[in-house]
């Protein structure tokens, strides 16, 4: 693979996803527990920069709704400052997701 940021992160979540299920294994309990899907969401969504010519806000306005979204359907809904802390953890994950694309960037331009 001639990026080597992409390769070095596929190995980071194969042994994330190695020790979650080895750990799921010894607890007993199912393989898809605790499964790091925010992981692999960050990982296809940060490749969204690397295969489109989308400008700046408009990727951080896609990563902003899809994380807000995928917090919406895994977190509990208590109440509008649920909505908040959602807002706050969709620009938190929007922000990573936007530095791991650019480093992933960076890795397609070295030899």
Do not use: C
Not at 26 to 42: C, K, T
Not at 75 to 96: D, Q
């Amino acid at each position: 693979m001639k990026n080597k940021v992409i390769r070095n992160f596929l190995v980071f979540i194969g042994f994330w996803l190695v020790i979650v299920i080895g750990s799921n294994l010894i607890h007993q309990r199912g393989i898809l527990d605790n499964f790091p899907w925010e992981v692999l969401l960050i990982f296809l969504l940060s490749l969204i920069q690397l295969t489109t010519k989308i400008n700046r806000k408009q990727v951080f306005g896609i990563y902003f709704v899809v994380f807000f979204v995928f917090m919406l359907l895994t977190g509990g809904y208590y109440n509008w400052t649920s909505l908040v802390i959602f807002a706050a953890v969709a620009i938190f994950m929007s922000v990573i997701t936007y530095f791991i694309g650019s480093q992933f960037k960076k890795g397609e331009n070295s030899k």
